[in-house]
């Protein structure tokens, strides 16, 4: 689970539980995480109205449910505490990019009425993929979501272009920089180049996506194909016309304005920080969110109306991401924690999948424990850990671990297309869909598409690229 498309964290930003040993905790600290992946999995099928009313609700209850036993174990200042920590480290630079990045991209509007033929969906999926690792896969997926939509709302059978946009936009085209995706951006701020995950990442990425792309045309012909054998007319809600323009335009500068600020507070690190109850709160990240913010209001102000309306503008899709992952960043602390402690915590099993008994790398294990655990829980803590458990050394990992790191840093990003929750802009992409009228498939739904064509993949990408 990402914080963000674009890169939002810094390095010190993936403690786990404030103030306690993750080697004290068990695994039953977890309880109120996976309950609340099975409310999200199993309330939009069962009793879809009540979730629908009441999610925000369930995220609170289930935020509590970590929150109370915590504090009555370790005292009302280590809850508040860690309560804190959750907030500043985790949820606010999470949300307020995603916010940003929302409201910028909402406000630029393709006009003209695109077709969704397979060559044209292929094309933009291409284009949303190579944008990813410029513009951060958030940036990216919220610029081609609504065009992309509009061009395929005269189709019956869309849930496959969407399916596909999460695999290739919101998580494959962001391998290539540190701007495309949080674990790469951690790896830079550690000491990895930036044009190292161009050169070590290019083929996998290429091999990836190439394939998906095929894959994708493939079956979006056969539904195109199938449509026109049984005599379907083309009823296009989106009126016709031969002139296509862009408004909204001046937003492109305000992405880009966006993109250098998370940069800049990964370079720029004046060495001041304020303490929150034990958290620190740097300088750089308190500068980069507060003008985050000014660069949404911004965008508010410059954006015509007739833009937003084009694009069905509405911040209910923010609000749902909002307080759904309020609760997923506090509950998920315990088991960042856990695997912060290694094999001194309750998944030290799972640890020791990546070394040999003579304790050297297994680089086809690091991609697979990597990219599963990233599947679940936030990948930029996760790829710290495996980082760091392979050495931390980021000269050594560049040239003789260059395998090992390759390993993690794919997994990180490739798997997060495995669930909804493996990257901020996967719900988000849904949650936009669904807000246009497109049923979506649910959480373990999504996952059969996801296993059927990406765990194959996944392990091609292993024999080749990860020996």
């Known amino acids: 689970m990402a914080s963000s498309g674009v890169a939002g964290q810094t390095a010190d930003a993936s403690s786990g539980t404030h103030g306690v040993n993750g080697a004290s905790l068990s695994l039953l600290s977890g309880?109120?995480?996976?309950?609340?992946?099975?409310?999200?999995?199993?309330?939009?099928?069962?009793?879809?109205?009540?979730?629908?009313?009441?999610?925000?609700?369930?995220?609170?209850?289930?935020?509590?449910?970590?929150?109370?036993?915590?504090?009555?174990?370790?005292?009302?200042?280590?809850?508040?505490?860690?309560?804190v920590h959750a907030f500043f480290s985790e949820y606010l630079p999470f949300i307020v990019l995603l916010a940003a990045l929302y409201a910028v991209a909402g406000g630029i509007c393709v006009r003209g009425n695109l077709h969704g033929s397979p060559a044209l969906n292929t094309a933009m999926l291409a284009l949303g993929t190579v944008l990813a690792s410029v513009m951060g896969t958030t940036g990216a997926a919220m610029l081609m979501i609504r065009p992309l939509l509009r061009a395929n709302d005269n189709r019956k059978h869309r849930v496959h272009v969407v399916v596909f946009f999460i695999f290739l936009v919101a998580n494959a085209g962001g391998s290539l920089t540190?701007?495309?995706?949080p674990p790469l951006f951690l790896g830079f701020l550690n000491g990895v180049s930036f044009m190292w995950t161009v050169v070590h990442l290019f083929w996998p990425m290429m091999f990836a996506c190439i394939v998906l792309l095929a894959l994708f045309y493939a079956i979006d012909s056969w539904f195109f194909r199938r449509r026109e054998e049984v005599g379907r007319?083309?009823?296009?809600?989106?009126?016709?016309?031969?002139?296509?323009?862009?408004?909204?335009?001046?937003?492109?500068?305000?992405?880009?304005?966006?993109?250098?600020?998370?940069?800049?507070?990964?370079?720029?690190?004046?060495?001041?920080?304020?303490?929150?109850?034990?958290?620190?709160?740097?300088?750089?990240?308190?500068?980069?969110?507060?003008?985050?913010?000014?660069?949404?209001?911004?965008?508010?102000?410059?954006?015509?109306?007739?833009?937003?309306?084009?694009?069905?503008?509405?911040?209910?899709?923010?609000?749902?991401?909002?307080k759904l992952f309020a609760a997923i960043f506090l509950t998920i602390s315990p088991v960042i924690a856990i695997l912060h402690a290694g094999e001194h915590g309750a998944l030290a099993s799972v640890v020791q999948l990546v070394s040999d008994a003579n304790g050297r790398p297994l680089a086809p294990m690091y991609f697979w424990v990597t990219g599963?655990?990233?599947?679940?829980?936030?990948?930029?803590?996760?790829?710290?850990?495996?980082?760091?458990?392979?050495?931390?050394?980021?000269?050594?990992?560049?040239?003789?671990?260059?395998?090992?790191?390759?390993?993690?840093?794919?997994?990180?990003?490739?798997?997060?297309?495995?669930?909804?929750?493996?990257?901020?802009?996967?719900?988000m992409v849904k949650a936009i869909a669904e807000s246009r009228g497109l049923r979506m498939p649910g959480f373990f739904a999504y996952m059969l598409w996801s296993g059927a064509i990406l765990l194959p993949l996944f392990g091609v990408m292993t024999v080749v690229f990860f020996r």
Not at 38 to 58: D, M, N, Q, Y
Not at 178 to 181: K, R, S, V
Not at 413 to 418: D, E, H, I, L
């Open 233 to 322: 007319p083309l009823l296009d809600p989106t009126p016709d016309s031969n002139v296509f323009w862009l408004e909204g335009k001046r937003n492109f500068i305000l992405i880009a304005v966006v993109t250098g600020l998370v940069l800049l507070s990964g370079i720029w690190r004046p060495g001041v920080s304020f303490d929150v109850m034990g958290t620190p709160v740097e300088l750089q990240n308190l500068v980069r969110d507060g003008l985050l913010v000014v660069v949404t209001l911004v965008s508010l102000w410059i954006t015509p109306k007739s833009a937003r309306e084009g694009n069905d503008f509405n911040w209910a899709p923010i609000e749902e991401v909002a």
């Open 31 to 83: 309880i109120p995480f996976a309950g609340m992946l099975l409310s999200i999995a199993l309330f939009p099928i069962f009793a879809p109205h009540f979730w629908h009313r009441h999610f925000g609700k369930i995220s609170a209850f289930w935020g509590l449910a970590y929150l109370v036993p915590f504090t009555l174990s370790h005292g009302v200042g280590e809850g508040a505490a860690s309560l």
């Open 178 to 181: 540190p701007l495309g995706d």
């Open 372 to 427: 599963l655990l990233s599947s679940f829980l936030d990948n930029a803590p996760t790829y710290l850990v495996f980082f760091n458990l392979a050495g931390g050394d980021a000269q050594h990992l560049m040239t003789g671990g260059a395998t090992t790191l390759a390993a993690i840093s794919a997994g990180a990003v490739f798997m997060g297309a495995n669930t909804y929750i493996g990257n901020a802009p996967n719900f």
